[in-house]
């Protein structure tokens, strides 16, 4: 059989960095190529190509045999490729058809949408794939693993036959992700054949027909699911053998640290987010809160370190009352917080990194004297942290925005773990790492936990929930649902309980 793709000796430098190095990769029709590697390996780097984005230094495209050049999306989709991005590209005040046809928009006359014969091509769209959806339903009313199928309908709209999957899972629940696999097994079989870029090496393993692994900008190797293991995996995309289950002891868990009573806490469109929640978490254990990403966790977590005030209901920590104190104030408490958004919430980019490991210490001895700053002092701090860390950076003096994902992610749990805690509060810890990054990350919080810490930790991914907690907390629509001892929950009794579902 003749690809449908090939790319050939791909070759594309910024400076100081071979992002991709002679890459090879082929594409056949009906397939699903899953292609595998840590942040910072290329990946991203060779779909913006293939998608016209950016320009090789070196190499060809060709489709069907044919060598093309992509000066552009609009290039890109007129050879038949379609691009669905991680981060949903939808306009929530508008409907599904008006998304669909943004930028190839349908008209009647001069002036007027011709939206019904938008919404006769999704409908039949819907009906030929299995993506049920409604055309006039506003996106902001949608679920969002409905809205990942208006992302799928609007390339097959424009006619894609290849489809570039970018982290397509990485808000869904298991419930959902298993609708995924199903509609794009439906793709595969109508002839489409799919690029699928992911993290999860069990996802991968369960969906592809061959998986490519990238490692610093070289293909090291491609595999059938059936001729490898996730170890093997984990290992070609990091260089080494790599630990991919949580090693911890059981909990002893103490006294209660954080107790969260009846608390009420609102978006910031000044909706309710949070809604009565309850719950304590107690020295030496993991409470992990499970849920679909928008039902109340930012909130929460935002309310307990003090960066949003709640309107009812009361945080204690150790017995006293903090309901409203500032991060600072918890901060020296021993108060740890792993934000949500490391670059928008945890990090001040163009500061060194030294600067950003003393970003809650800074004004303290010995890094502060009478106000004026110790630069010795920080420096010496983050070498020290750097090595401990194992954080890749240059210098200690590199603005942190010049770090990969997971070396910024490192940058945040050396400045919160290496100083006394009693509790720590981790929001999506490993969001969008690679696997040897997340498992240094979870054998951090679980060395916080076992010095005597409680932990909170909110997350998306199933399995690192179920891996990292001793207790699991289930929210939905800003309420806790369900409460389980994480060795008695499995993946389906939490995603029903995620979607609002019951459990016998």
């Given at each position: 059989m003749e690809p449908i793709l090939e790319l050939k000796g791909i070759v594309k430098r910024f400076p100081g960095v071979l992002a991709n190095d002679h890459i090879d990769l082929t594409l056949y029709p009906g397939e699903i190529h899953a292609l595998l590697g840590e942040n910072g390996a290329g990946k991203s780097t060779l779909m913006n190509i293939l998608y016209g984005l950016i320009a090789p230094d070196e190499g060809s495209i060709l489709i069907r045999g044919e060598p093309v050049t992509l000066r552009s999306p609009a290039d890109a989709i007129a050879r038949g490729i379609g691009m669905v991005h991680q981060h949903f590209m939808l306009i929530p005040v508008m409907t599904v058809a008006e998304n669909v046809m943004l930028g190839q928009e349908s008209t009647r006359g001069r002036f007027f949408l011709d939206t019904r014969r938008v919404s006769e091509r999704i409908r039949e769209l819907s009906a030929r794939y299995g993506l049920e959806v409604d055309p006039d339903a506003l996106v902001q009313h949608l679920p969002v693993?409905?809205?990942?199928?208006?992302?799928?309908?609007?390339?097959?709209?424009?006619?894609?036959q290849i489809l570039i999957l970018d982290e397509p899972t990485a808000v869904l629940t298991p419930q959902e992700v298993e609708e995924l696999f199903a509609i794009l097994r439906n793709l595969v079989?109508?002839?489409?054949s799919l690029l699928f870029i992911t993290h999860k090496l069990k996802e991968a393993l369960s969906l592809a027909d061959r998986i490519t692994v990238v490692r610093q900008g070289r293909?090291?190797?491609?595999?059938?699911?059936?001729?490898?293991?996730?170890?093997?995996?984990?290992?070609?995309?990091?260089?080494?053998?790599?630990?991919?289950?949580?090693?911890?002891?059981?909990?002893?868990?103490?006294?209660?640290?954080?107790?969260?009573?009846?608390?009420?806490?609102?978006s910031d469109q000044g909706q309710p987010a949070v809604r009565g929640v309850s719950f304590e978490v107690r020295a030496g254990e993991i409470l992990g809160?499970?849920?679909?990403?928008g039902n109340g966790q930012t909130e929460l977590m935002e309310a307990l370190?003090?960066?949003?005030?709640?309107?009812?209901?009361?945080?204690?920590?150790?017995?006293?009352e903090v309901t409203g104190a500032s991060p600072r104030q918890l901060a020296e408490m021993g108060v740890g917080y792993i934000p949500e958004d490391r670059q928008r919430d945890g990090l001040i980019l163009p500061f060194p990194v030294a600067e950003n490991l003393v970003l809650n210490r800074y004004h303290q001895p010995p890094y502060s004297q009478r106000g004026v700053l110790q630069r010795d002092q920080i420096r010496e701090n983050a070498e020290q942290l750097v090595k401990a860390f194992d954080i890749r950076a240059?210098?200690?003096?590199?603005p942190v925005q010049t770090l990969s994902g997971g070396n910024q992610q490192k940058v945040i749990?050396?400045?919160?773990?290496?100083?006394?805690?009693?509790?720590?509060?981790?929001?999506?810890?490993?969001?969008?790492?690679d696997v040897g990054s997340i498992e240094y990350i979870h054998k951090q919080i679980v060395e916080a936990r076992d010095r005597g810490a409680a932990v909170v930790v909110v997350s998306t991914?199933?399995?690192?929930?179920?891996?990292?907690?001793?207790?699991?907390?289930?929210?939905?629509?800003?309420?806790?649902?369900?409460?389980?001892?994480?060795?008695?929950?499995?993946?389906?009794?939490?995603?029903?309980?995620?979607?609002?579902?019951?459990v016998a």
């Open positions: 693993g409905v809205q990942q199928r208006v992302e799928i309908i609007k390339v097959l709209y424009r006619d894609a079989k109508s002839g489409h293909v090291v190797g491609t595999r059938r699911p059936e001729e490898t293991s996730e170890e093997e995996l984990a290992a070609m995309m990091v260089g080494r053998d790599v630990v991919l289950s949580v090693e911890k002891a059981p909990a002893r868990p103490g006294k209660p640290v954080l107790t969260v009573d009846n608390l009420w806490v609102e809160i499970a849920g679909v990403q370190f003090g960066l949003r005030k709640p309107y009812a209901g009361r945080i204690l920590i150790d017995g006293h240059s210098s200690v003096q590199v749990a050396a400045r919160e773990l290496s100083r006394p805690i009693k509790l720590l509060l981790a929001s999506q810890p490993t969001r969008g790492l991914e199933l399995d690192e929930i179920l891996s990292l907690s001793d207790r699991i907390a289930v929210l939905y629509r800003g309420r806790v649902v369900g409460l389980l001892e994480s060795r008695e929950a499995d993946r389906t009794q939490l995603g029903l309980l995620m979607t609002g579902g019951s």
